[in-house]
T-cell receptor
Framework: EPEVTQTPSHQVTQMGQEVILRCVPI?????FYWYRQILGQKVEFLVS????????KSEIFDDQFSVERPDGSNFTLKIRSTKLEDSAMYFC?????????????FGNGTRLTVT | AQSVAQPEDQVKVAEGNPLTVKCTYS??????LFWYVQYPNRGLQFLLK??????LVKGSYGFEAEFNKSQTSFHLKKPSALVSDSALYFC???????FGQGTELSVKP
C-alpha cells in the first residue's frame, strides 16, 4: 500500500537555525498537509496545500513557517529561525480529495528537537 | 468555537471485553467526524468516518463508531478487544480536522 514518507525521522537543531522537513506524499494525492504534536499534547493543524498554493493555515503557521512543493513529488516545511517551543513531532499528510471527504494518510513523522 | 473532546485520557480493558472510547463534538462545527489511531513512533492511521446516513459506522480492524446527534457524541467501539488494539486514539472533526486530545487505550491479556 502506498505510504507517505518523511525524512529525517529525527532532527536536532540549535535555536535560531533554519530547518527543512521533507515529505513525499502519495503520488496520486492532490491535497497536502502539515500537522504537529508537541509531546503529550494534541495533534494541531498547521497548513494545507492544494494546487501549488496554501489553501488554509492556522494561527500557529506564522511568518517563520513556509511550505513548498519544489519538484512535483516532495512537499517541504521550512522553519526559518527555530525556537525552543518548535520542538515537536511534525506529521505530513496527504489525501485524494479535501479533508471532509477523503481520509488523510499520515507519514511517521519527524521529531524536531530544538536546543 | 469548534472543538472535540475526549473526556478520558486513558481506557483500560481486558482482552476479549468490549471497549468504548468516548468523543463529543462541537455542534457548531463541521458535521464530518473521524477516528484515527496512532501506534508508538508512527503517524496517525485512519479508522473510520461519519459523513451522513447510518448512525453506526463500521471501520478498520473491527472498530465501529456510533453517531448520536442528541448527545453530540461519536464514541468508538469494538465488541471484543485485542491486546494489539493498545494505542492512542484520536477523534477529529472535519473542516480544519480538529483533533481531540487523544485517549490511550490499554488492553491487558
Amino acid at each position: 500500500e502506498p505510504e507517505v514518507t518523511q525524512t529525517p525521522s529525527h532532527q536536532v537543531t540549535q535555536m535560531g537555525q533554519e530547518v527543512i522537513l521533507r515529505c513525499v506524499p502519495i503520488s496520486n494525492h492532490l491535497y497536502f498537509y502539515w500537522y504537529r504534536q508537541i509531546l503529550g499534547q494534541k495533534v494541531e493543524f498547521l497548513v494545507s496545500f492544494y494546487n501549488n498554493e496554501i489553501s488554509e493555515k492556522s494561527e500557529i503557521f506564522d511568518d517563520q513557517f513556509s511550505v513548498e512543493r519544489p519538484d512535483g513529488s516532495n512537499f517541504t516545511l521550512k522553519i526559518r529561525s527555530t525556537k525552543l517551543e518548535d520542538s515537536a513531532m511534525y506529521f505530513c499528510a496527504s489525501s485524494e480529495g479535501d479533508r471532509d471527504n477523503s481520509p488523510l494518510h499520515f507519514g511517521n513523522g519527524t521529531r524536531l528537537t530544538v536546543t | 468555537a469548534q472543538s472535540v473532546a475526549q473526556p478520558e485520557d486513558q481506557v483500560k480493558v481486558a482482552e476479549g471485553n468490549p471497549l468504548t472510547v468516548k468523543c463529543t463534538y462541537s455542534v457548531s462545527g463541521n458535521p464530518y467526524l473521524f477516528w484515527y489511531v496512532q501506534y508508538p513512533n508512527r503517524g496517525l492511521q485512519f479508522l473510520l468516518k461519519y459523513i451522513t446516513g447510518d448512525n453506526l459506522v463500521k471501520g478498520s480492524y473491527g472498530f465501529e463508531a456510533e453517531f448520536n446527534k442528541s448527545q453530540t457524541s461519536f464514541h468508538l467501539k469494538k465488541p471484543s478487544a485485542l491486546v494489539s488494539d493498545s494505542a492512542l486514539y484520536f477523534c477529529a472533526q472535519g473542516g480544519k480536522l480538529i483533533f481531540g486530545q487523544g485517549t490511550e487505550l490499554s488492553v491487558k491479556p
